[in-house]
């Protein structure tokens, strides 16, 4: 018995307003001898909806963008030129503040075992957030603090190794004087 496939989704969840932003939504990678499947269905809560919305479906190498208010904005940025899908991610162009809300990418895998077929169905809830100026993350702020706390260190060391080799230097100097003499 084969128990293959799984989804792993990392996707970010803070776009700013006239930029692109991806939602990722990537399956566990298929194991060789096991050949499968697999198709894409996204779909869309607004902000304030209670239902979802188709948003785009991507199958059999075919892309299709099934909602208005993303007519034109959307790019599969997904696995290309196979039919066993393995990431499922979409690129949203030109992000606008009403494109806050929930995604749900749903991700069908059949793996077509010798005799028989195992679906294998994953989803994942995405909430997107939309600004209209980029957050730093905290990380970016202490690799910041630290890269100036560490530049400063080490030049505080060299300060302290060009004074130790001066002294010695002097002292060196001295001794010799004293001998020649």
């Known amino acids: 018995q ?5 989804v792993e989704v990392d996707s970010m969840t803070e776009a700013v307003v006239g930029q692109g932003f991806k939602l990722g939504c990537i399956s566990c990678k298929r194991r060789g001898e096991v050949p ?6 996204w779909s869309y809560q607004a902000k304030g909806e209670t239902e979802f919305t188709e948003l785009y479906h991507y199958e ?3 892309p299709y963008n099934m909602h208005d208010q993303f007519k034109d904005r959307l790019a599969w940025n ?3 030129n196979t039919v066993d899908l393995q990431d ?3 690129y949203i162009l030109n992000v606008s503040l009403n494109d806050s809300g929930v995604y749900l990418c749903q991700f069908y895998r059949t793996l077509l075992m010798s005799n028989h ?3 294998v169905n994953a989803s994942k809830l995405i909430e997107l957030t939309v600004v209209e100026d980029a957050n730093r993350e905290l990380t970016s702020i202490i690799s910041e603090i630290m890269m100036y706390v560490t530049i400063v ?3 505080l060391w060299m300060i302290v190794i060009l004074i130790y080799c001066y002294k010695k230097i002097t002292s060196a100097g001295e001794e010799a004087t004293k001998d020649g003499e």
């Open 153 to 155: 260190g080490l030049q």
């Open 78 to 80: 997904g696995s290309k």
């Open 117 to 119: 077929k195992y679906n």
């Open 88 to 90: 499922g991610s979409l």
């Open 36 to 41: 499968a499947e697999a198709h894409v269905q």
């Open 2 to 6: 084969c128990w293959g496939g799984c």
């Open 60 to 62: 059999n190498m075919m």
